[in-house]
T-cell receptor, first 112, second 111 residues
């Protein structure tokens, strides 16, 4: 099936630890995104990438890092510098920056 | 900076009542997209509007793009419990940029 696969779905992290969320797509999309969603909040853009080996900061990039070594993959690392990392993280992709966005099922990160 | 605003933030309706959510942009948009996120799920694309004054229908859902291409609305006729979720609008950042999402309208339907 074509789509976006995020893993893990649920993740617990101790304070001070880095954690990496995986995102893989087989839609052959050029653009990929990471969004953060908090209860009652909208979708806030963390990072996005238009092409392999290139990515741009979104609205809330501090405390996060990404890489885009392959077209299909766009992992997100939540670093210990992120002060309030507990949230629902959504990976997404689109053919172009203004195209229809397809979302993965999301990853729930809880800091304990 | 450019903003996309949605109202209301929450809407509680009785099943069978109508529902409308409004989306307003601080700048003219080349197009607007609507997404629905069911509780516990991920956003799913509903529709894209491109033309000034465009109206599109999907069964009980009616989408409208304003004449000035700065606002849009989603109207649901005779809501059902399956309509529960959060509805987001999204418009491009500038002429070439990525989509900016509104904060969404969370719809709850009482049976």
């Amino acid at each position: 099936d074509g789509g976006i696969t995020q893993s893990p779905k649920y993740l617990f992290r101790k304070e001070g630890q880095n954690v990496t969320l995986s995102c893989e797509q087989n839609l052959n999309h050029d653009a990929m995104y990471w969004y953060r969603q908090d209860p009652g909040q909208g979708l806030r853009l963390i990072y996005y990438s238009q092409i392999v080996n290139d990515f741009q900061k979104g609205d809330i990039a501090e405390g996060y890092s990404v890489s885009r070594e392959k077209k299909e993959s766009f992992p997100l690392t939540v670093t210990s510098a992120q002060k309030n990392p507990t949230a629902f993280y959504l990976c997404a992709s689109s053919l172009g920056l203004q195209g229809t966005i397809y979302f993965g099922e999301g990853s729930w990160l809880t800091v304990v | 900076g450019q903003q996309v605003m949605q109202i209301p933030q929450y809407q509680h309706v009785q099943e069978g009542e109508d529902f409308t959510t409004y989306c307003n942009s601080s700048t003219t948009l080349s197009n607007i997209q609507w997404y629905k996120q069911r509780p516990g799920g991920h956003p799913v694309f509903l529709i894209q509007l491109v033309k000034s004054g465009e109206v599109k229908k999907q069964k009980r859902l009616t989408f409208q793009f304003g004449e000035a291409k700065k606002n849009s609305s989603l109207h649901i006729t005779a809501t059902q419990t399956t309509d529960v979720g959060t509805y987001f609008c999204a418009g491009p950042r500038g002429s070439q940029g990525n989509l900016i999402f509104g904060k969404g309208t969370k719809l709850s339907v009482k049976p």
